[in-house]
């Protein structure tokens, strides 16, 4: 991170928590004061100091909320609120959240927690929180009109109930519903299970993060709402590649991964180099004998999947979204191929009347990931990323899960680039070239496959 950049944070940060003070002296006297963050970076687990014990979990790119105990009950403040989120460094975008970020903070309880929650309403129109998968009264399920009054604009409303089960959830607004979570509306929340359940293992890391993703123009800042599947920017947790922070662990962790999706698709979840199993769902976790391995995982709209792992192959490994388009930046719909065509030079004379055309490359595209072409300002390259071996051509829904021998116990710091042992990584071959192993040329041209499926004059009858 360069000066540049930690001076914009402390500047922002500095006018939050004047904007917090100002509002914990007037309206919200007696409200648990409510905690803002200014960091975009991986807060650590926060380890509970007030109730019940329990294994925290890490939010890739976030944090957790903080509580107070009040009489047996954990109290939370949420402040929904216009949020400046940064999706990577030199792409800020205006979105709407909680506390100061998109997405807002996990809430993290243990099954049986009595919980207080008060939602400050600073946007400019009403809103309301759904809890995403709880088992509550129906009163409190947060769905503005059914079974609530909305909160209006600068009100409080309080939400109380018991956390029942254990296991991943979210939260979002059931107000407005495609603007607020177009803008960026959306939490996670893990409830602990109160003692050993034998579904749920005791895990050395356990990370958690949702699925978003936006329509900003680029050189734009604010997502346009109407937007029902051409979303341009994929995230985990309102970030994209190389702004989502990598998973870092140690070598043989038993490691548990929460993901939850509030995007208008699925995405199927892969990680390279180890078979996971799905622990959990939305329902909760999952009985042992119904698991099987896998190495992706689809999570579609709306829910939340579990794996679990044991991290034994050290290793940079890639995890990824699998839809290739959703591991890439803004701009990468609408291109033209132009595979064969000579058009050097003709971008920039083209980006003084179009300001958001590209081009796809007369090789292909993978000249975008080493170009970092000239952009409009505010948005993030298509195809972006440097590992130690040159450019990953990456964006969006991309991070790396970093196995490594001496990552001490409770270290989330990134390691940095695997060092990969002598003679184990893929090169040129230098020695005699290798004949070309090609299928015989026979008379007749027609391939094999098609001659099998000619229906016959016999089988056309029937
Ligand atoms: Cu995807």
């Given at each position: 991170m360069n000066t540049t950049h930690s001076r914009r944070q402390f500047f922002a940060g500095a006018a939050a928590s004047v904007a917090a003070l100002a509002v914990a002296r007037s309206a919200l006297a007696g409200l648990p004061e409510p905690v803002i963050q200014t960091s975009v970076n991986t807060a650590p687990p926060l380890v509970p100091n007030t109730g019940r014990p329990y294994n925290p979990?890490?939010?890739?790119?976030?944090?957790?909320l903080p509580w107070r105990m009040n009489n047996g009950v954990k109290e939370f403040h949420l402040v929904a609120e216009p949020v400046v989120r940064e999706v990577m460094p030199g792409f800020k975008v205006n979105m709407w959240g909680y506390n100061g970020q998109s997405p807002g903070p996990t809430i993290e309880v243990v099954e049986g927690d009595r919980l207080r929650i008060f939602v400050t309403n600073k946007l400019p129109e009403h809103t309301s929180v759904h809890w995403h998968g709880q088992r509550l009264p129906c009163g409190m399920d947060g769905v503005g009109g059914l079974t609530q009054p909305q909160i209006p604009a600068g009100k409080t409303f309080v939400y109380e109930f018991e956390a029942r089960r254990p296991g991943t959830f979210m939260y979002h607004p059931h107000a407005d519903e495609m603007t607020q979570m177009a803008m960026g509306m959306m939490g996670m929340w893990v409830t602990h299970p109160k003692a050993k359940h034998p579904h749920i293992s005791d895990v050395d890391r356990d990370f958690c993060f949702l699925l978003n993703a936006f329509d900003v123009e680029p050189g734009s800042k604010t997502p346009k709402v109407n937007t029902m599947l051409d979303f341009n920017i994929w995230c985990w947790n309102s970030r994209v590649f190389p702004a989502i922070d990598t998973l870092n662990v140690r070598l043989n962790d038993r490691v548990r991964i929460r993901v939850g999706n509030l995007t208008m698709t699925n995405h199927p979840i892969h990680l390279h180099g180890h078979e996971f199993l799905i622990?959990?769902?939305?329902?909760?976790?999952?009985?042992?004998?119904?698991r099987w391995y896998e190495v992706t995982t689809d999570v579609a709209v709306g829910q939340m999947r579990q794996i679990e792992l044991i991290a034994d192959e050290p290793g940079d490994w890639a995890m990824h979204c699998h839809k290739s388009h959703h591991t890439m930046n803004a701009m990468g719909h609408d291109v033209p191929n132009m595979i064969g065509v000579d058009h050097r030079g003709l971008v920039g004379k083209i980006q003084k009347v179009a300001p958001?055309?590209?081009?796809m490359g007369e090789r292909g595209m993978?000249?975008?990931g080493e170009m970092e072409m000239p952009l409009p300002d505010n948005t993030a390259p298509m195809m972006t990323g440097h590992g130690q071996f040159g450019p990953l051509e990456m964006g969006g829904m991309f991070t790396v899960f970093k196995?490594?021998?001496?990552?001490?116990?409770g270290?989330?710091?990134?390691?940095?680039p695997y060092k990969f042992p002598e003679g184990t990584v893929a090169h040129e071959w230098k020695g005699e070239p290798l004949p070309a192993a090609r299928p015989k040329a026979s008379a007749d041209a027609t391939p094999a496959v098609a001659k099998a499926v000619k229906p016959s004059a016999a089988t056309m009858k029937h």
């Amino acid at each position: 991170m360069n000066t540049t950049h930690s001076r914009r944070q402390f500047f922002a940060g500095a006018a939050a928590s004047v904007a917090a003070l100002a509002v914990a002296r007037s309206a919200l006297a007696g409200l648990p004061e409510p905690v803002i963050q200014t960091s975009v970076n991986t807060a650590p687990p926060l380890v509970p100091n007030t109730g019940r014990p329990y294994n925290p979990v890490v939010t890739l790119n976030g944090w957790t909320l903080p509580w107070r105990m009040n009489n047996g009950v954990k109290e939370f403040h949420l402040v929904a609120e216009p949020v400046v989120r940064e999706v990577m460094p030199g792409f800020k975008v205006n979105m709407w959240g909680y506390n100061g970020q998109s997405p807002g903070p996990t809430i993290e309880v243990v099954e049986g927690d009595r919980l207080r929650i008060f939602v400050t309403n600073k946007l400019p129109e009403h809103t309301s929180v759904h809890w995403h998968g709880q088992r509550l009264p129906c009163g409190m399920d947060g769905v503005g009109g059914l079974t609530q009054p909305q909160i209006p604009a600068g009100k409080t409303f309080v939400y109380e109930f018991e956390a029942r089960r254990p296991g991943t959830f979210m939260y979002h607004p059931h107000a407005d519903e495609m603007t607020q979570m177009a803008m960026g509306m959306m939490g996670m929340w893990v409830t602990h299970p109160k003692a050993k359940h034998p579904h749920i293992s005791d895990v050395d890391r356990d990370f958690c993060f949702l699925l978003n993703a936006f329509d900003v123009e680029p050189g734009s800042k604010t997502p346009k709402v109407n937007t029902m599947l051409d979303f341009n920017i994929w995230c985990w947790n309102s970030r994209v590649f190389p702004a989502i922070d990598t998973l870092n662990v140690r070598l043989n962790d038993r490691v548990r991964i929460r993901v939850g999706n509030l995007t208008m698709t699925n995405h199927p979840i892969h990680l390279h180099g180890h078979e996971f199993l799905i622990t959990g769902t939305d329902g909760g976790p999952t009985p042992p004998s119904t698991r099987w391995y896998e190495v992706t995982t689809d999570v579609a709209v709306g829910q939340m999947r579990q794996i679990e792992l044991i991290a034994d192959e050290p290793g940079d490994w890639a995890m990824h979204c699998h839809k290739s388009h959703h591991t890439m930046n803004a701009m990468g719909h609408d291109v033209p191929n132009m595979i064969g065509v000579d058009h050097r030079g003709l971008v920039g004379k083209i980006q003084k009347v179009a300001p958001d055309y590209m081009l796809m490359g007369e090789r292909g595209m993978a000249d975008m990931g080493e170009m970092e072409m000239p952009l409009p300002d505010n948005t993030a390259p298509m195809m972006t990323g440097h590992g130690q071996f040159g450019p990953l051509e990456m964006g969006g829904m991309f991070t790396v899960f970093k196995v490594r021998k001496d990552q001490k116990p409770g270290d989330y710091s990134d390691p940095g680039p695997y060092k990969f042992p002598e003679g184990t990584v893929a090169h040129e071959w230098k020695g005699e070239p290798l004949p070309a192993a090609r299928p015989k040329a026979s008379a007749d041209a027609t391939p094999a496959v098609a001659k099998a499926v000619k229906p016959s004059a016999a089988t056309m009858k029937h």
